[in-house]
């Protein structure tokens, strides 16, 4: 919702299971049944601003206020609910406050010992059935919101936390321990915590020790990423090796120059000049380090994150299988967060989109490289990736002046440059380039190459195949 519009959209809808409203004066006991009702059902939006039994939009007088409102309704739940930042949407001549509650979230909330559930436009406590059902989907106790035995304060690098608080626009007077408390990042003590016999009111999560630390490596020895380059394809004696460590987002940059300087390039003549281009798209291998340092399980303290480069491949493994309801069936379409505050810190920082888009767009981003599409297993309790160079996947790009001439879409470029290469293309290798495609729609895009007179079908029904014509 960035504009007027988007707004009157919404109301125009009316209130339902992932939209609700509220006037400028809403009590925070409402509020916070609302979005912990939102949180364990499929997330939504709440506005504030809104008169409550139509939609006219009467806005809000306190906007700071009506901020802090929202963040101290988030902390009402258990476990407080981490949410991406409200915004003010302008109306007019007046302004409206939109709270997202992501789908998705990871765990189970309550607000004061009441599970709530959301039914159509009415939030109700679940029930026993419902509330099983969520509880072995979600699981209720995550790792990232523990906090490392002994760890303090003073455990935090406060250059990091000023950094990132300067990232989100926050007013600089802010405590920086209330920023650090709504994202989950600390938590309070209880009553017999102390320090040199002095009360400590918090202590940092593991999420934040991952994040913002001094030394995270003191409390997770493992929570780092073991990059290696091979010379063959296979995993061999005489490699180069990075053992990298640090803060998450420190890992993902160090990991970042570790790829760039050791893939090689692949030149191609254009015309009478030459272009050069990274083996393997860095936008798709920086999405894939992104998401295994974000959604790998940190409590797994026997193994850390792989990255090998191979003369042919490379892979990254991610300790931990896929979480919650997340299968290899469903993963490019189902949105689930192991580490919730993590992916939202990330995310603040421009690291990671937080609805997690990010494998989408490797599919993506691979096959506008003419290259194989990536590998998605599950194996020994760990995730893994594979993205295949065009040494193991030759294919010849097309003229590209040709191919904009034409106006073909990008599955229709992906066959032609396979067709340059292998001769011919079957109905099955096309479903093969593009698995996440209805098979209807690959069809037809191979009839408009038909009927374009760029290829010819040969043979009947299963014994069809498609060559270039001449």
């Known amino acids: 919702m960035n504009d007027i519009p988007s707004i009157q959209d919404l109301l125009s809808q009316g209130m339902g299971q992932t939209l609700h409203w509220f006037p400028g004066d809403v009590s925070i006991s409402r509020l916070a049944g609302v979005l912990v009702g939102m949180a364990n059902a499929q997330g939504g939006t709440v506005l504030i601003g809104v008169a409550p039994r139509s939609p006219q939009i009467h806005g809000i007088l306190d906007e700071t206020g009506a901020i802090d409102l929202v963040f101290q309704a988030a902390l009402l739940s258990d476990p407080p609910l981490v949410l991406p930042l409200p915004r003010l949407?302008?109306?007019?001549q007046t302004q409206v406050l939109s709270v997202c509650v992501p789908s998705g979230l990871p765990t189970v909330y309550n607000l004061e010992g009441r599970y709530l559930g959301r039914e159509g436009s009415?939030?109700?406590?679940l029930?026993?059935?419902c509330l099983r059902k969520l509880l072995l989907e979600r699981g209720v106790v995550q790792f990232e919101s523990q906090a490392p035995p002994f760890a303090t304060l003073d455990d935090l690098d406060y250059q990091k936390v000023a950094a990132y608080i300067k990232a989100l626009n926050l007013p600089a007077d802010e405590p920086s321990e209330n920023i650090l408390l709504r994202r989950g990042c600390i938590r309070p003590g209880d009553n017999q915590s102390t320090k040199d016999n002095v009360a400590v009111s918090y202590f940092p999560t593991y999420a934040g020790i991952l994040l913002f630390g001094k030394e995270p490596q003191r409390w997770l020895p493992n929570a780092t990423l073991m990059a290696a380059r091979f010379v063959g394809t296979s995993l061999a004696d005489s490699f180069l090796k990075q053992e990298i460590s640090g803060t998450l987002p420190d890992q993902i940059r160090q990991a970042d120059i570790f790829v760039?300087?050791?893939i090689a390039s692949r030149v191609r003549l254009a015309g009478l000049t030459h272009q050069e281009k990274p083996e393997y798209p860095l936008e798709a291998v920086r999405e894939l380090l992104v998401n295994a340092v974000t959604h790998r399980d940190y409590n797994i303290q026997g193994d850390n994150i792989h990255l090998n480069i191979f003369?042919?491949?490379l892979e990254i493994h991610s300790p931990g299988g896929l979480p919650g309801p997340v299968t290899l069936q469903n993963l490019l379409d189902t949105r689930f967060s192991r580490n919730a505050v993590i992916a939202q810190v990330l995310s603040d920082l421009g690291f990671v989109e937080r609805l997690g888009y990010g494998l989408n767009r490797v599919v993506e981003v691979m096959r506008q490289g003419f290259l194989r599409p990536p590998q998605f297993e599950e194996a020994g309790g760990a995730f893994r990736v594979?993205?295949?160079s065009a040494t193991a996947f030759q294919l010849e790009q097309p003229d590209l002046q040709t191919v904009q001439e034409l106006d073909?879409?990008?599955r229709q470029q992906f066959a032609l440059s396979f067709l340059a290469s292998r001769r011919r293309i079957t109905n099955r290798d096309y479903q093969e380039l593009c698995p996440d495609v209805h098979a209807e729609?690959?069809?037809r895009d191979l009839v408009d190459l038909v009927e374009r007179g760029l290829i010819i079908k040969i043979g009947d029904k299963r014994a069809t195949y498609y060559v270039l014509k001449k």
């Open 386 to 388: 594979t993205l295949y």
């Open 441 to 443: 729609t690959l069809r």
């Open 89 to 92: 949407e302008k109306v007019g």
């Open 311 to 313: 003369s042919n491949r």
């Open 122 to 125: 009415q939030t109700n406590p």
């Open 408 to 410: 073909l879409n990008s």
């Open 127 to 129: 029930p026993a059935r």
């Open 260 to 262: 760039r300087e050791n």
